[in-house]
């Protein structure tokens, strides 16, 4: 699969974004950064198929696959971006179908290969995601270790982990 990128993601209900920035920011490399997304699900035969808009006429058209098992997984994915995410996501929803829509800000923090991402999502409340990116080749073995780490680090507990994505929980009514 030319041009895929992989990660090692959890994903963790957790009380709020505030409370668990304390523990995460002394891990970061700098200071949170604020985004905005909102994201468009579109129906996919292979994976899912997400249309990403930032609010400032940028976003990026993302498709990945994984499996919905809470815990460590690993993600496959390939990211492209477009100027044009409105007429984009009409023309996808057009063609595809709009499955459903994940508004939500988020607080991102590196640490050092990995992506600390604080959600509140609309509907749905506070979360962590953990984002271990692998290099080409390397083995996910490492990044599991590596976000199991950092979950102990933070604090977080197995229960709190979810299965799936957030558009799954919506469409759940809210449930893990």
């Known amino acids: 699969m030319t041009g895929a990128a992989r990660n090692v993601e959890i994903k963790a209900r957790i009380d709020s974004v505030e409370a668990l920035l304390a523990r995460a920011q002394p891990l970061a490399d700098g200071p949170p950064q604020p985004i905005r997304q909102d994201d468009s699900f579109f129906t996919c035969a292979h994976g899912r198929l997400k249309l990403r808009d930032f609010g400032d006429g940028r976003g990026e058209l993302i498709q990945y696959q994984r499996a919905d098992d809470a815990g460590p997984k690993t993600s496959t994915y390939v990211r492209s971006p477009t100027a044009a995410p409105d007429s984009l996501r009409e023309a996808l929803a057009r063609s595809l179908g709009l499955v459903g829509r994940v508004r939500k800000q988020r607080l991102l923090l590196l640490a050092g290969r990995t992506r600390i991402h604080l959600d509140r999502v ?15 080749g390397e083995d996910e073995a490492a990044g599991l270790a590596e976000a199991q780490a950092l979950m102990q680090r933070l604090g977080i507990a197995p229960a709190q982990l979810v299965r799936g994505a957030y558009l799954d929980l919506l469409l759940a009514g809210g449930c893990s």
């Open 122 to 136: 609309e509907g749905l409340g506070d979360f962590l995601e953990l984002e271990v990116v692998l290099r080409d």
